[in-house]
């Protein structure tokens, strides 16, 4: 049963133009989110993040926008450069900021974005 | 600021022989976890470690298994190797309190034959 689902595997985008990257979950207990970025070879890198308690997060090019009702969150980054080309992760915490227990983190299968010049 | 590292980068291992995975956390940072990630697919939980203690576990067998050292670095071991285990193994370092941001090393490709 997968908790985190992003439905494309992969997006291609022009230089200058919005990358929209799509993630929905399931498991309404998930109370923190968050996107990595991820380069071959490479771990996974913290991108932005956003708790259940808001709505939007902004944070230069990144926007995280939350939809609690729809289970739904999605990453839009303007304006998309070349360097943005990698594998997008959206994983899930249960126990984020509203929760100082332990948290572990459920991750999608990832989307990989293409920016092209 | 040294980040989460991890040796070694790469490894193989036939099958049933036994493996073991190192990572250090970042600078300040006293939470390890353990992910799996096969291809295709997103990282897995397998284990956080705190204070030398496991105290979450994913679904994974017991022939995983870990430690945590006082000055927070961890190991992943796992016994009895099946082909299935070939992945990347990434190890995540947080604070705790803030254990739902996690910081990645860039993993260990493990391949068993």
């Known amino acids: 049963d997968q908790q985190v689902k992003q439905n494309s595997p992969s997006l291609s985008v022009q230089e200058g133009r919005i990358s929209i990257l799509n993630c929905d979950y399931t498991?309404?207990?998930?109370?923190?989110f968050l996107w990595y970025k991820k380069y071959p070879a490479e771990g996974p890198t913290f991108l932005i993040s956003?708790?259940?308690?808001?709505d939007k997060n902004e944070d230069g090019r990144f926007t995280v926008f939350l939809n609690k009702s729809a289970k739904h969150l999605s990453l839009h980054i303007v304006p998309s450069q070349p360097g943005d080309s990698a594998v997008y992760f959206c994983?899930?915490?249960?126990?984020?900021?509203?929760?100082?227990?332990?948290?572990?983190?459920?991750f999608g299968k990832g989307t990989m974005l293409l920016v092209s010049p | 600021d040294a980040g989460v590292t991890q040796s070694p980068t790469h490894l193989i291992k036939t099958r049933g022989q036994q493996v073991t995975l190192r990572c250090s956390p970042k600078?300040?940072?006293?939470?390890v976890s353990w992910y799996q990630q096969a291809l295709g697919q997103g990282p897995q939980f397998i284990f956080q470690y705190y204070e030398e203690e496991e105290r979450q576990r994913g679904n994974f067998p017991d022939r995983f298994s870990g430690h945590q050292f006082p000055n927070y670095s961890s190991e992943l071991n796992v016994n009895a190797l099946l082909l299935g285990d070939s992945a990347l193994y990434l190890c995540?370092?947080?604070?705790?309190?803030?254990?739902?941001?996690?910081?990645f090393g860039p993993g260990t490709r493990l391949t068993v034959t």
């Open positions: 995540a370092s947080s604070r705790q309190g803030r254990s739902y941001e996690q910081y």
């Open positions: 600078s300040g940072h006293d939470t």
């Open positions: 498991n309404s207990m998930f109370d923190y």
């Open positions: 994983a899930a915490s249960r126990g984020g900021p509203m929760n100082s227990g332990y948290s572990t983190l459920t």
């Open positions: 956003i708790s259940s308690i808001k």
